[in-house]
Each structure stands twice: as C-alpha cells, then as structure tokens.
C-alpha cells in the first residue's frame, strides 16, 4: 500500500471529536469510491443492517 496519503491522529483528546468523525467519514467514502458499485451496495447494505 502507498501510504503517502496517510494521516496520523493521535486520539488523546486534543482533536475535537467532531473533527474525527468527520476524517473517518471521509476516509471512508474514500475507499468506498475504490469499490465496483456492486461492491459499494454489499458494503452499505451491510452498514444499514449494522444501525
């Protein structure tokens, strides 16, 4: 893996959880973009059955 892009977080309660929250969320939409759409749909269906 290239990890290039890559970012640390120290999660030690300096960065704002809001913060955090939103970088997972990106992150994961990120490689979710990087799934065939079949993929994607498995993925988010399983996430529905999840909440």
């Known amino acids: 893996m290239n990890k290039v892009h890559w970012n ?4 030690d309660g300096e960065v704002p959880d809001d913060l955090l929250k939103d970088l997972l969320d ?21 996430t529905e059955t999840v909440k």
């Open 8 to 11: 640390s977080i120290k999660a």
């Open 26 to 46: 990106q992150s994961y939409q990120l490689v979710l973009g990087g799934f065939s759409k079949k993929k994607q749909r498995e993925l988010l269906e399983q």
